[in-house]
């Protein structure tokens, strides 16, 4: 697993400014820019690691393509 002290920010893909948005919607209404990087990589880390085992279900079915419900079992 990769530490988040060597990422670099323009390895993220999710924006700081998307990650405040979903913040402000949990009524987190102020934060920093470093504590937004770090929770758009823990983000992205955990996304990862639900599509591996949902490729993991649709190679095991015998399809390449990921479906809902491989998400919904991962």
């Known amino acids: ?3 988040f002290d060597d990422i670099n920010v323009d390895d993220i893909h999710v924006s700081k400014s998307t990650i405040k948005r979903i913040a402000d919607t949990a009524n987190v209404h102020r934060m ?3 504590a937004a990087v ?3 990589f823990q983000y ?3 996304v990862m690691s639900e599509l591996r085992v949902a490729k993991e279900l649709a ?3 015998g399809r390449q ?3 809902e419900e491989d998400l919904i079992l991962a």
Request: aromatic fraction near 0%.
């Open 44 to 46: 992205e880390v955990s």
């Open 38 to 40: 770090r929770v758009a």
């Open 59 to 61: 190679s095991h079915a």
């Open 65 to 67: 393509t990921v479906k």
């Open 32 to 34: 920093t820019d470093d």
């Open 1 to 3: 697993m990769v530490e």
